[in-house]
């Protein structure tokens, strides 16, 4: 059961903290004393602030009725209470109470007594006289000896009368004024409106209340148990905090560990190059010593024996002194004087690179870091044909996807015998998914247990269709001219209409609803143009208004809005169609200004990509692959996934699309344009047309639901078709 989260009612005043005088309620439901809040009018009071109010309380402006503090609403029953609160306090109170009968110069004896029918304190005398008094005699009155605990009786209501005509009491209740009012009052000014007698009036106001009780008893448990939920979540969000703080601590210490591992082995490394070189040099310095010391030694003996004079002593040692100093020479001769080992040790320590890759190393962030990058714009697949999806990784961390699980089930929980492959490449995980049978898929991808972003993606697999069969099965009859087309998951068909709504159809071509209106306020719309269904929000672009509004897809309430008038970043001139990239982007076909706008899902503007003429629609293809319908080019241009590249332009091979406003692409590839001379192209993945469609006047918008029918905004006839294509024979 939910918790009680009613706030306490006092009966005093929050301004002045004395019991209510005259309270008068405010529509803020916040009631003061009606001297306090003429106190507040003239602190707040100016010239152009006189003819309203802030609530003391809660800051609400409040407008003055006839611009005086006395047309707010009396709050009888904080007057009421605010006097038996009073009265009971003066009860419990230790000091004397005057007797209210028996004034006599401003003095009195004390009461013993209080009397709850006539509301007085009455002294000893007086409570005797009271008695005596037959009228009287049964009055309640409680003994003021006994201070301990009271039990005040609900103390008898008085008549309450009019302000300005003092002496009547207000008995009726004008329901048109919502005020009582007295008998003079009804005559004069109220005579012609609908009015009861007060009493009779209570009786339903009380039941309203007890309803309206009953309303908000439904309203507080969800609520209750959605600030619960948002509590526990801020313990999760504490307890998560904790934990990613200590990944993050032990991640850094890991990587000390390892810049440790690395320094010493350096250092190891340094000290055993610079050791071989030690002993290289010291090998050369031993021969330089060797020969330097042979010939000091031979050419001093040679010296002198030189200055003999005997000749046999000469002779006798010659021939060694001359061949030894003739081999030092000679050994000279060979011996290169240059150290062959050069003394530099070197090293490449480059910290740029390694800085920047240490600065983009890990991110903390509210949403996941990790993303499915392609092949979500179009949330359909082929019955056993593989479809490939590319997941992002955060830039430096080349060994992610080895965190990466995958899983591709049924929606309805059945088991799946398709499997799903992760392969990095760098920094990018390949998922690849085979569906064994039609239906609805969930594709999940997780890293260390936890989705990431947008996982679970929900995927329709379809038949493989055979498009050269393509037929009309149903059209839906919008009305007025339409140009652009939706289909919901649920099988909704939404289609912008020139009277300026958006009609909704059921499944079997029902109109069941309208979503906006004509005008220029927020949700209504000078010529809706493009619909696009992202989940449950629809948007819709407006040709005359030079905006993008959204709207929620089922309920139809107005959320938000971007864009305006200009070529500025975010401005647009005359948006036609829009489609999604399955990443949180939204691309409008900015008309008259050339170019392909991008925008978050909140209307934030991310980039712009311009184009060689006017863009009439746009569509991601299942490699991420942005195809943009040129009418006046007469052709579609293709940019590469981040919009920057123009990659291709490319007509049909006859040559022939006149003006393409529309265009869409299944999983498979194929390519559906519509041109304004009434045709609806039908494209191979190689640019071969396979079927061309001429029952059309002047179509624009195209689109395909969850199961691979295709929708057609035929403007010219003022409906939408829907075509349908035979399965393959073969599943390939």
Not at 364 to 386: M, Q, R, W
């Amino acid at each position: 059961m939910a918790e009680n989260t009613s706030p306490t009612i006092t009966m005093t005043c929050e301004v002045c903290s004395e019991y209510y005088t005259d309270p008068l309620m405010l529509p803020c439901l916040h009631s003061f004393c009606k001297k306090c809040l003429i106190k507040a009018k003239e602190k707040q009071g100016s010239a152009d602030t006189c003819t309203s109010l802030k609530c003391p309380t809660c800051d609400t402006s409040v407008n003055l009725p006839d611009d005086k503090i006395e047309g707010l609403t009396q709050n009888l029953w904080f007057e009421h209470k605010s006097k038996e609160a009073s009265i009971k306090k003066r009860i419990v109170n230790k000091k004397a109470i005057s007797c209210d009968e028996c004034i006599v110069d401003d003095s009195s004896d004390a009461a013993v007594v209080y009397c709850c029918d006539c509301g007085q304190f009455l002294c000893d005398l007086c409570k005797k006289v009271h008695k005596r008094n037959k009228k009287k005699a049964n009055h309640k009155l409680i003994d003021l000896g006994t201070k301990e605990s009271i039990d005040l009786p609900a103390i008898k209501h008085e008549a309450v009368y009019c302000s300005r005509h003092l002496d009547q009491k207000l008995t009726y209740y004008c329901n048109d004024c919502t005020k009582l009012v007295c008998q003079i009052c009804l005559n004069v000014k109220h005579k012609s409106h609908n009015y009861n007698d007060y009493l009779d009036e209570g009786d339903t106001a009380c039941k309203a209340l007890k309803e309206s009780v009953a309303s908000c008893d439904r309203v507080i448990p969800p609520v209750t148990e959605a600030i619960a939920n948002g509590e526990k979540m801020l313990e999760q969000i504490a307890t998560r905090k904790e934990e990613v703080k200590q990944e993050i601590k032990e991640t850094f210490e890991e990587l000390k560990a390892v810049l440790d591992k690395r320094c010493n082995d350096l250092l190891m490394e340094t000290e055993e190059i610079a050791s071989a070189k030690r002993n290289s040099v010291e090998k050369q310095l031993n021969g330089f010593r060797k020969l330097v010391k042979q010939v000091s030694h031979g050419r001093h003996l040679a010296s002198s024996v030189s200055e003999r004079t005997d000749p046999g002593e000469v002779l006798s040692v010659k021939k060694l002194i001359t061949n030894q100093l003739e081999e030092c020479i000679e050994e000279y001769k060979k011996l290169p004087l240059e150290i062959e080992d050069k003394g530099a040790i070197l090293i490449h320590l480059d910290t740029s690179t390694l800085s920047k890759k240490i600065n983009e190393f890990g991110s903390v962030s509210g949403i996941n870091a990790y993303f499915i990058d392609s092949a979500l714009a179009i949330p359909l697949a082929t019955v056993k044909k593989e479809r490939k999806f590319k997941v992002s990784l955060p830039a430096g961390i080349d060994k992610a996807a080895s965190c990466l699980k995958g899983s591709f089930i049924k929606s309805d929980g059945s088991k799946e015998e398709g499997r799903v492959v992760i392969v990095n490449d760098n920094n990018i995980a390949i998922v690849s998914c085979t569906p064994q049978s039609i239906g609805g898929y969930e594709l999940s991808v997780t890293i260390r247990g936890h989705h990431i972003k947008g996982s679970p993606y929900q995927l329709s697999v379809k038949a493989s269709r055979d498009y050269t069969t393509l037929t009309n099965q149903r059209s839906f009859n919008v009305g007025n001219y339409t140009y652009g087309v939706a289909v919901h998951t649920n099988g909704e068909v939404f289609a912008s209409s020139d009277d300026g709504f958006v009609q909704v159809f059921s499944e079997d071509g029902t109109a069941v609803r309208r979503i906006g209106s004509k005008g220029k306020g927020n949700g209504q719309f000078g010529r809706p143009w493009g619909v696009l269904l992202v989940g449950d929000r629809l948007y819709v672009s407006d040709d005359n208004l030079n905006r993008v509004q959204y709207f929620s897809a089922t309920t139809g309430q107005y959320i938000g809005q971007f864009g305006s008038y200009g070529n500025g970043n975010g401005q647009l001139s005359r948006p036609f169609g829009m489609s999604t990239d399955g990443k949180g982007n939204i691309l409008v076909a900015d008309y008259s200004n050339k170019r392909v706008q991008v925008f978050k899902e909140d209307g934030t503007f991310v980039q712009v990509m311009q184009c060689d003429g006017n863009a009439s629609d746009v569509v991601v293809d299942n490699e991420g692959r942005i195809h943009v319908t040129i009418r006046d080019k007469h052709h579609v241009q293709v940019f590469s996934p981040d919009g920057k590249t123009h990659l291709d332009t490319y007509n049909n091979p006859a040559g022939d699309f006149i003006s393409p406003d529309g265009i869409a692409i299944d999983d498979e590839g194929y390519i559906f344009v519509s041109s304004s001379n009434g045709y609806l192209h039908v494209l191979s993945r190689d640019r071969k047309q396979v079927k061309l469609i001429s029952e059309l006047s002047d179509p624009g918008g195209v689109v395909l639901d969850k199961d691979g029918y295709i929708y057609v905004a035929d403007y010219g006839n003022k409906r939408i078709m829907k075509y349908y294509s035979s399965r393959s024979i073969k599943l390939q």
